[in-house]
């Protein structure tokens, strides 16, 4: 039994961290989420909580810098996993267009995000759905109920991952190689745009329905950063900025 309990608990570490309180609640004037990183609280952006995992052999650094685009979050890993989550709940059905700008020093060589031993990119936005114990079934809420008695909040039930690869497919959408609840999104892969400020747009409703065929969409979500090299034992270096949730673009009477 501490055998199985111990795997599930390794399979689900990748997606901790979802269950924060204290969030901000719904952006005025039916504008959606933003994030420029221009508040900061010590080093981190303000509403920004840290989450670590066992597992790592080291935390990642995070912080606000200035840079040729003003302020941008730095996350900077040696040999080392840990990442960002948004205290800001948002509505993925009011809210499902995702827009960011990010940036990254390079790839890391051996990445592979379809084995455990390899699973690391070194930018990654992830958008987290929380688990409701209401609505699931006897043995879901048991594995889901041992990870909270081990770390004093629930994973996330499901999350996308967009990821900045060092050679999958763009476009590509893979599950974890540690838990199918969670789907890799390639939005950039390869070194060729190193050191460049790329811009990326997705529709979360539309990336979670190719994810999860059947699902539906839930209506709570946050948003987490994580830069990660502890399988690989490399060094990665990403910026984040300009990060922005909105509603679909309404449609002109008559058309």
């Given at each position: 039994m501490r055998r199985c309990v111990s795997r599930l608990l390794l399979v689900l570490l990748p997606l901790a961290g979802a269950a924060l309180t204290g969030a901000a609640g719904p952006a005025p004037d039916g504008a959606g989420p933003a994030e420029d990183f221009d508040r900061v609280e010590g080093d981190l952006p303000a509403g920004w909580q840290p989450i670590t995992f066992s597992k790592a052999r080291g935390t990642t650094a995070y912080a606000v810098v200035e840079t040729e685009r003003g302020p941008a979050l730095r996350g900077h890993a040696v040999r080392a996993a840990s990442g960002l989550v948004w205290e800001r709940p948002f509505d993925p059905h009011a809210f499902p267009l995702l827009a960011w700008r990010w940036k990254v020093a390079g790839v890391l060589p051996g990445g592979d995000i379809t084995r455990k031993s390899a699973d690391d990119v070194p930018a990654r936005l992830l958008v987290m759905f929380p688990f409701r114990p209401e609505e699931a079934g006897a043995w879901e809420r048991t594995k889901f109920e041992v990870y909270r008695v081990a770390h004093g909040r629930y994973p996330p039930a499901r999350a996308l991952s967009y990821v900045w690869a060092n050679k999958a497919e763009v476009g590509r959408v893979a599950t974890s190689a540690f838990t199918d609840r969670s789907r890799l999104v390639v939005v950039?892969?390869?070194?060729?745009?190193a050191g460049q400020w790329r811009r990326a747009e997705r529709n979360i409703a539309?990336?979670?329905?190719?994810?999860?065929p059947g699902e539906p969409l839930p209506h709570e979500a946050r948003l987490g950063i994580l830069v990660d090299s502890d399988d690989t034992e490399g060094e990665a270096t990403a910026w984040f900025d300009?990060?922005?949730?909105?509603?679909?673009?309404?449609?002109?009477?008559?058309?």
């Open positions: 950039e892969s390869g070194a060729a745009h539309e990336d979670f329905r190719r994810a999860f300009e990060i922005r949730l909105s509603p679909l673009p309404q449609r002109a009477a008559g058309g």
